[in-house]
């Protein structure tokens, strides 16, 4: 459970970290840009999600050196038509398919509305996960810089509400949201109390105390260090968010039917949360959430005793695929309309080898699966690699990756938040822009 004890000691450790990033970072200023209702939901896949497990490469021309080749274990079988449990095509040509604990993605691209980019990455990473972790979020490979979802809050003029950028369903900030401006993370709005017994004990503590203190204290005007007034305005935002949280969770009920419904996970926490502001109208416009379920696969990937090891839903790993698609078309059938208005994206730091390794898993590799959907997301495939074979690889032990996350991002925010494609520079600088046409469709 997350106590404001735990949001203030987030916010805090936030403050500390836009002291430190911010005196290189952005400047506060405005380009005359406006919101226009729109919110953006970043997922991150952390771990390494592999990509050709995602989505295998079914109809890869070489059959020897391809995908069936090297993934002698690991392999999605070719799809057949008269299973409806089995991989799905997607692709003209059948080149790519859908692992078939994902099909609860399904319903979103046959509506037109879901978009897969099978080799996207960060262009200049490594193969560590907190370097490419931390990178992403930054926009940049240096360390001096704020994270990229903060550089926009603090770039682009708009609400000035506290929750116009969230991270959800977690208690720590992630890069994205490193820098001047102090974001809250927020488990859940459920969880999302204050008693008097996480500040004092005793029986002298009234309900309100502690809060009114704090507004009294936080109202005084005195000369502040910037530490100081860094706390003070961590306290603001705590203050602020409280009872609209608390309000937004109050009386809803997702407007789904069983099977669908969002897990207490933090993918299925975040949504919920995000989904209960929106319908109680917050401005909510960035958001970032995680969607965890062990993706860094070294060894067991699958379950090579079993009848049918990919799909077999004995396993965990399987098992939290179907839960996190699950979650995202609960929370697409939730917003209803809505969703005309809200894009989210989940991309992952890196994917994995092409070739499987000795204990029926993948190593750390590059190119893998982003996806995105609402908007004007068209449903679509992008650019991709013609083989999993080596030539295909590009000589490499991966998906060489061939979109950089950061047009992914860039188009996002242009075509959907309406950022002028001018900004982009300063959102992730010194990038040139690579328009990919995911996001045309008219809503």
């Known amino acids: 459970m997350t106590t404001r004890r735990e949001f203030l000691k987030g916010s805090t450790m936030l403050s500390a970290a836009a002291a430190a990033a911010g005196i290189a970072g952005a400047p506060k200023f ?64 059948g080149f790519r398919a859908l692992n078939p604990n994902l099909f609860n993605l399904m319903p979103i691209w046959e509506e037109g509305n879901l978009m897969f980019s099978p080799a996207a990455a960060i262009m ?39 929750l116009r950028g969230l ?52 109202s005084h005007e005195v000369d502040l260090s910037a530490a100081e007034g860094m706390a003070k305005e961590s306290q603001f935002v705590m203050l602020e968010a409280i009872d609209e949280i608390k309000a937004a969770g109050a009386d809803y009920t997702p407007n789904v039917e069983p099977p669908l419904g969002y897990t207490n996970s933090d993918l299925g926490r975040g949504l919920r949360l995000i989904a209960q502001l929106l319908k109680a109208g917050v401005p909510v416009e960035v958001a970032s959430l995680d969607w965890n379920i062990g993706w860094d696969t070294h060894s067991n990937q699958v379950d090579i005793n079993s009848a049918n090891p990919v799909s077999d839903q004995n396993k965990r790993y399987n098992q939290r695929l179907v839960e996190g698609a699950t979650n995202f078309l609960t929370f697409y059938r939730d917003m209803g309309v809505a969703m005309n208005d809200i894009v989210v994206l989940s991309g992952s730091e890196f994917g994995r080898t092409a070739r499987e390794n000795g204990s029926v898993g993948t190593d ?27 030539q295909g690889r590009g000589g490499s032990n991966w998906v060489a990756p061939v979109v950089d996350y950061k047009d992914i991002v860039s188009e996002i925010m242009v075509r959907h938040l309406g950022m002028s494609e001018g900004m982009i520079s300063t959102i992730f600088p010194q990038h040139s822009f690579t328009n990919e046409g995911y996001f045309t469709r008219v809503s």
């Not at 931390?134 to 708009?158: F, P, Q």
């Not at 959800?168 to 820098?179: Q, V």
């Not at 995105?372 to 080596?390: C, L, Y």
Request: charged share 25%; with cysteine; net charge negative.
């Open 124 to 162: 200049d990473a490594n193969r560590s996960h907190f370097d490419c972790q931390r990178w992403i979020g930054l926009g940049d490979r240096r360390n001096d810089i704020d994270g990229y979802m903060n550089r926009y809050l603090t770039n682009i003029s708009g609400t000035d509400h506290t």
């Open 364 to 390: 750390h590799g590059r190119g893998g699966v982003w996806f995105a959907f609402g908007g004007p997301t068209n449903s679509t495939i992008g650019r991709d690699i013609p083989s999993v074979n080596e």
């Open 167 to 218: 991270v959800a369903g977690k208690d720590s900030i992630p890069a994205e949201f490193f820098g001047q401006r102090v974001v809250p993370a927020i488990r859940d709005a459920e969880s999302f109390e204050i008693e008097n017994r996480d500040f004092c004990s005793g029986d002298g503590c009234a309900d309100n105390q502690l809060t009114d203190y704090m507004r009294e204290i936080s």
């Open 30 to 93: 405005s380009f005359g840009q406006s919101t226009g209702g729109k919110t953006f939901i970043k997922v991150f896949m952390r771990g390494g999600a592999d990509g050709l497990h995602l989505m295998p490469a079914v109809g890869d021309p070489d059959l020897v050196e391809g995908y069936y080749g090297i993934r002698p274990n690991i392999a999605i079988d070719i799809p057949n038509p008269n299973d409806g449990n089995s991989a799905i095509e997607l692709m003209s040509g």
